[in-house]
């Protein structure tokens, strides 16, 4: 099936436009057909927050240590207790916001569409020190090993101190004539930055000193015009037990192996929403909006659903033996992650839900984009009582 690229203004990259898959009218959505339950839904708190009026910002909830932080696309960054929803605290950064929050180690780090990365104590709030990049920040920063990895939209990747807020080196990718809106986060282990790039190459920088420890092509770019041949690797890295799984558009779903960078298995399936994973099983949303699991170990397919096609799913993600994906309406389509069947359906408000939920201790958050934050817990329904 072809469906039309939608192409973006140019975005001040460094060659050129920015593309997003978008559907055809004459593919509508899958009509939603009633469902008998097997899972009760508790909604356990929900805030009503600032909407995105850019569909496509890299703003996601973030936890750490029983704190939800959120940030809004004005400029606020927002802390809540997870449990309860309290507001803990909120400050105003006075600056859009493009990317983030990511949190770790005390800290918390956002990117803004005019080229800044602000670094906050997550105890209050308070600003530690803001920092020029090279441009707009439209990925989740990560922290670590006293530093912040940042990815900026024209294919660079910063390391920033922690303590100085100075760059300590940078890494620069070319980016292609067409890319999708948006990067995938880079992820901080032992020694390395592991990140995706708009090329379809997964390369792991060493933390001390920005060189390339390896390279792996997840996919190369095919077809005869510019538009066929985007391949970003938009959606986030999932690294499971020394293998990084990643999803690229226009391309393939690979397994890597974090240590070498040698490629262990891959297969074509499209994505740009993203994929979730444990040692067993991947779980991934495809471009047509199926939901596949694959066997982790070599790719197979073990099941795929195809009873949400067309509904912009968000990728998906695992909790307690189910799997939760977001929709286009704001519904929430919790499936067995044993054979993918529908076991619930609730919803979280009337806006999109595109990025993944966030699973903590068998809690989801959900963040639709009119600004709806949801936690939400599911349980099991007894037969008896259906």
């Known amino acids: 099936m072809i469906r039309p690229l939608l192409l973006w203004p140019l975005l001040l990259l460094l060659t050129g436009c920015s593309v997003f898959s978008a559907k055809d009218n004459a593919d509508p959505p899958a009509e939603l057909v009633e469902l008998e339950s097997e899972l009760k839904i508790k909604t356990l708190w929900s805030r009503s927050l600032e909407g995105s009026e850019d569909a496509y910002l890299k703003i996601a909830p973030a936890i750490s ?19 309860t929803g309290k507001k803990l605290w909120s400050v105003d950064l006075d ?75 940078a890494y620069d990718r070319t980016v292609p004539v067409l890319t999708l809106r948006g990067d995938s986060s880079p992820i901080i282990h032992e020694t390395q930055a592991l990140v995706g790039f708009a090329n379809g190459k997964l390369v792991a920088l060493q933390l001390d000193n920005g060189m390339a420890a390896w390279e792996a092509a997840i996919t190369t770019p095919k077809g005869r015009t510019e538009l066929e041949r ?29 240590t070498s960078g040698v490629i262990l298995w891959q297969r074509e399936l ?68 044993y054979d993918g069947r529908q076991l619930a359906r609730s919803r979280a408000g009337g806006d999109r839900i ?15 984009e009119g600004g709806k934050l949801s936690a939400l817990q599911a349980e099991p329904i007894e037969p008896d009582n259906r």
């Open 270 to 337: 499209s994505s740009h929403a993203g994929l979730d994973a444990d040692w067993r099983q991947i779980y991934v949303s495809d471009e047509e909006d199926h939901i596949w699991s694959l066997d982790a170990t070599n790719g197979a397919t073990l099941w795929q659903q195809k009873s949400l096609h067309a509904r912009r799913l968000s990728a998906p993600a695992m909790v307690d033996g189910y799997l939760v994906v977001g929709d286009y309406d704001g519904y929430l389509h919790w499936l067995s992650q």
């Open 65 to 83: 240590e029983g704190r939800l932080y959120i940030a809004e696309p004005s400029g606020e960054v927002l802390a809540f207790d997870a449990l």
């Open 354 to 368: 595109r990025v993944k939920p966030l699973v903590h201790d068998g809690i989801v958050y959900v963040l639709g």
């Open 95 to 169: 600056v859009p916001i493009s990317g983030g929050p990511g949190v770790n180690e005390g800290l918390l780090a956002v990117g803004t569409q005019e080229a800044e990365l602000i670094l906050l104590d997550t105890e209050d709030g308070s600003q530690r020190w803001r920092q020029a990049v090279s441009s707009e920040v439209l990925s989740v920063p990560a922290i670590g090993r006293g530093q912040v990895i940042c990815r900026t939209i024209d294919g660079r990747v910063m390391s920033i101190d922690i303590d100085t807020g100075q760059t300590r080196w």
């Open 230 to 258: 985007v391949v970003d690797i938009d959606a986030e890295l999932k690294l499971v037990e020394g293998t990084i799984y990643a999803a690229a558009f226009h391309g393939e779903v690979a397994a890597v192996s974090e």
